[in-house]
C-alpha cells in the first residue's frame, strides 16, 4: 500500500519560511518523479514544484521560483519543500504525489495547510 504523509504546514507571517516534508511508504522513491502542487481556497489545484528521478531534473512554477526550493532525500524516502520569502498568496493546501512515468501522478497525499498572513 502507498502512502504518502505530508507535514510541516502552519501558520507563518509574510517573508517568513517552513519546510514541508513528504514521507512516502510503499514505494522506493528513488523510482519515483514526485511533485508538490497546492490548492487555495475557491482555486483549482495548482502545480508548485517538480522533482525527476532521471536527471536529477527540477522543474517549478514562475510563482515559486527563486523563493522554493524542492529536494529528495531517497534514502529516507521523503522529499522536501523549501519555502521561502513566503507570501500571502502562498496559502493553500499543499499535496505531495508520485508518478512513475509521463503523464498524470499516480499516487497523492492528503495535504498540510500552509497560511501566510500579512
Known amino acids: 500500500q502507498v502512502q504518502l504523509v505530508e507535514s510541516g504546514g502552519g501558520l507563518v507571517q509574510a517573508g517568513g519560511s517552513l519546510r514541508l516534508s513528504c514521507a512516502v511508504s510503499?514505494?522506493?522513491?528513488?523510482?519515483?518523479?514526485v511533485g508538490w502542487f497546492r490548492r487555495a481556497p475557491g482555486k483549482e489545484r495548482e502545480f508548485v514544484a517538480a522533482?525527476?528521478?532521471?536527471?536529477?531534473?527540477?522543474l517549478y512554477a514562475d510563482y515559486v521560483k527563486g523563493r522554493f526550493t524542492i529536494s529528495r532525500d531517497n534514502a529516507k524516502n521523503t522529499v522536501y519543500l523549501q519555502m521561502n520569502s513566503l507570501k500571502p498568496e502562498d496559502t493553500a493546501v499543499y499535496y505531495c504525489?508520485?508518478?512513475?512515468?509521463?503523464?498524470?501522478?499516480?499516487?497523492w497525499g492528503q495535504g498540510t495547510q500552509v497560511t501566510v498572513s500579512s
Open positions: 522533482s525527476r528521478w532521471r536527471g536529477p531534473v527540477t
Open positions: 510503499g514505494r522506493t522513491l528513488s523510482s519515483y518523479d
Open positions: 504525489a508520485l508518478r512513475a512515468g509521463q503523464g498524470a501522478y499516480d499516487y
